[in-house]
């Protein structure tokens, strides 16, 4: 029973455009929604997040996007920069749970 | 931001032994932690949740016998595993949170089964 599907195992982007990150859920009972960044061997590191109640939620270089009726989760990221080169998950949060997308490998190419 | 803090960061032990990993949230009270376990370029499975004072809730094809989890008090969770084998060589991330905020996570343990 796969609740979240990241279905990009890895993306390259040129330094200065823009990336896109997508999840698809199908549980409705997930509220919030959040976008962790992860280096290997370390822990996940938190980026942004929504709740439910949102479709959009802007910090700094970071946009997350949420489209209820799509059941669809994305993160923009404008510019790109090769600092931003990192597994990137999805991870959504219900009540007593949180699962994690698959991951996709962002590469930013200078 | 909130600090989690897990160790050991890399533990290296023999077969049929047990490892207890701590997961200890250092500056707020944590109502809720994760385990979760990572294999080679796949994705963070969780194993439990669990909530400080009642049982852990394993999820589905996860050994609750083999993977213990304690949850004493709102700043420390920890995770035996018990009776280790080669397959059970992983990294480990914990994740703690405070009701329904975004979820806090430890840097990791490398377990490796000799």
């Known amino acids: 029973d796969q609740q979240v599907k990241q279905n990009s195992p890895s993306l390259s982007v040129q330094e200065g455009r823009i990336s896109i990150l997508n999840c698809d859920y199908t549980n409705s009972m997930f509220d919030y929604f959040l976008w962790y960044k992860k280096y290997p061997a370390e822990g996940p590191t938190f980026l942004i997040s929504i709740s439910s109640i949102k479709d959009k939620n802007e910090d700094g270089r970071f946009t997350v996007f949420l489209n209820k009726s799509a059941k669809h989760l994305s993160l923009h990221i404008v510019p790109s920069q090769p600092g931003d080169s990192a597994v990137y998950f999805c991870l959504f949060q219900g009540a007593q749970k949180l699962v994690f997308g698959q991951g996709t490998r962002l590469t930013i190419n200078p | ?114």
Not at chain 2, 29 to 46: D, E, H, I, V
Not at chain 2, 71 to 92: C, I, M, Q, R
Not at chain 2, 99 to 114: H, I, P
């Open chain 2, 1 to 114: 931001g909130a600090v989690v803090s897990q160790h050991p960061s890399r533990v290296i032990c023999k077969s049929g032994t047990s490892v207890k990993i701590e997961c200890r949230s250092l500056d707020f009270q944590a109502t809720t932690m994760f385990w979760y376990r990572q294999f080679p370029k796949q994705s963070l499975m969780l194993m439990a949740t669990s909530n400080e004072g009642s049982k852990a809730t394993y999820e589905q094809g996860v050994e609750k016998d083999k993977f213990l989890i304690n949850h004493a008090s709102l700043t420390l969770s920890t995770l035996t595993v018990t009776s280790a084998h080669p397959e059970d060589s992983s990294f480990y991330i914990c994740s703690a949170r405070v009701w329904n905020t975004e979820a806090f996570f430890g840097q990791g343990t490398r377990l490796t089964v000799v």
